[in-house]
């Protein structure tokens, strides 16, 4: 199939293809003419990509965990596959606990907030200003 098509069957634009492409996420063949051309197993590998670009890997990342996907029986690229999706989930794991301070954080002052807006609303009323 060609880009236009590859791009409505996975929802992914014509450049995203080209720049995964570019950094070896992806293969295509040429026609004579120049036009890339891609197999059905396309639709497959960028969804993968989509899933990991998503969980927020990086495309150098990325390209370190996808030859478990094309050459699962090498232990040399299991094990160094193994290690990167390691270190993503200890990062993801990080992010996450980054994440949780930050909105306790922020839910401390949502309360704080909430009692100084109480306040305003139950104080005395305004003394008018006179001219």
Known sequence: MRI??????TGVSPRSLRYYEEQSLLTSSRSDAGQR???DAAVQRVSLIRQLFDAGMSSRVIATVLPCVDVPDDLGVAEETFAAMIRQRDRIDADIAHLIETRDALDVL???NSRHRAA?????EPVPQST
């Open 120 to 124: 305003l609303s139950t104080g005395p």
């Open 37 to 39: 051309h891609y197999s």
């Open 110 to 112: 949502i309360r704080a």
């Open 4 to 9: 236009g098509e590859l791009s409505k069957r």
